[in-house]
């Protein structure tokens, strides 16, 4: 693998416990699985994508994105169910980028153009973090120096603990306020959708 700057993970290997039988990566919105429409608006802004998943999920995974734009790798959790911090450290053993992008598979409306912004505030910091309406940080779509939270997740895990945010603690992170958030994009961008309902009232916002 070849030296980038910028590489990008797309988090898929969660179990989707609220959203029923169904794997919530593959569930539609206007048509399109989740973690396709995530894909093809994070493929613009990097130069190299990995997909984190389960084993399970794979073989399904490389078929929706067989059509996908860009090339995509694919890295399976070592430890199934682990949690989003366990997947981006299981990733970030692949990645050859100075920063990664970290986007939920459940964040579909994603905005590249945001996106892209989030590495220019990352630059000279450890990660770009936006806060949501309420001020709580959403590291699950976000921008970090790969070797610091390579090292960071690494000791956090090492530790037992898997809390996400828990990363945000030992890192220099430079947070977009949401008021900064409001002026370059729309909430619904950085909405997750965690069961069926959610992701029908995303659709709806859309049409």
Request: with cysteine; net charge negative.
């Amino acid at each position: 693998m070849t030296t980038t700057d910028r590489s990008g993970v797309v988090l898929a290997g969660g179990h989707s416990r609220r959203f029923g039988q169904q794997d919530k990566a593959l569930a539609e919105l206007d048509g399109e699985p989740m973690v396709k429409r995530v894909v093809e608006r994070t493929s613009p802004v990097v130069d190299e994508l990995l997909v984190s998943c389960r084993e399970a999920q794979r073989a399904r995974f490389e078929a929706v994105l067989d059509s996908a734009a860009g090339s995509v790798e694919f890295v399976t959790d070592p430890e199934p169910g682990a949690g989003p911090l366990a997947g981006v450290n299981a990733a970030l053993q692949h990645t050859s980028g100075e920063y990664v992008a970290v986007v939920a598979c459940d964040i579909p409306a994603v905005d590249p153009e945001f996106l892209a912004f989030f590495f220019e505030q990352a630059s000279g910091r450890q990660a770009a973090v936006p806060r949501l309406q309420g001020g709580t940080p959403q590291p699950a779509l976000a921008v970090y120096e790969a070797a610091a939270m390579r090292r960071v997740s690494t000791a956090l895990l090492d530790d037992g603990v898997r809390r996400f945010r828990s990363a945000l603690e030992e890192l220099d992170v430079c947070f977009v306020a949401p008021e900064e958030v409001e002026a370059r994009t729309e909430w619904h961008t950085l909405q997750n959708v965690n069961t069926p309902e959610e992701l029908a009232e995303l659709e709806d916002e859309l049409r």
